[in-house]
């Protein structure tokens, strides 16, 4: 998936708030262990820039389940899948790994569309969470994303 550049408000300390820009992206591959029941494996780079001098990348290793029923006998269905993982925090600029480190974890809840036996149209409500392990002087904290997510997938 992919999810162009946002920006947002970032109250900082101390304040004012301040604009963020973010933006991610993240290939996921799998193993269907039966027809609706798939673990898969894959990897997330998020993008954040703060602004002069704090603009970051961090790498996400995820392992998580996906699963699915169909509603009826037309193209409908349910899915769900949650993902969790190790992450690493760079320097964007210099590519250098600072001290920070980030657990990842997300879970969605959706419907989708068979367009063909192998591409679908989904949609869902998705929530991902960064929890930082030191965001200031020991400190731990959490990045939260949360909302409505759409878009389509292949199988093969």
């Known amino acids: 998936d992919y999810t162009p550049e ?8 101390p304040p004012p708030a301040r604009g963020v820009k ?5 290939i996921i591959g799998g193993y269907y262990l039966v027809p609706q029941l798939a673990i898969a494996g894959g990897f997330k780079q998020q993008h954040q820039n703060f602004g002069p001098g704090f603009d970051v990348n961090i790498d996400i290793l995820m392992l998580g389940v996906q699963g699915g029923a169909a509603i009826g006998d037309g193209g ?3 899915y769900g899948n ?20 980030v657990f990842y974890y997300s879970t969605e809840l959706g419907l989708g569309y068979r367009l063909t036996d192998h591409l679908a149209l989904t949609g869902g409500f998705k929530y991902q969470t960064l929890r930082w392990d030191n965001i200031r002087n020991g400190i731990p904290g959490n990045d939260l994303t949360n909302g409505w997510i759409f878009g389509a997938s292949f199988t093969f």
């Open 6 to 13: 946002v920006e947002y408000d970032f109250v900082g300390n």
């Open 22 to 26: 973010k933006s991610e992206w993240s």
């Open 76 to 78: 409908w269905f349910m």
């Open 82 to 101: 949650g993902f969790f993982g190790p992450g690493t925090v760079a320097a964007a600029q210099t590519g250098s790994v600072t001290s920070d480190e």
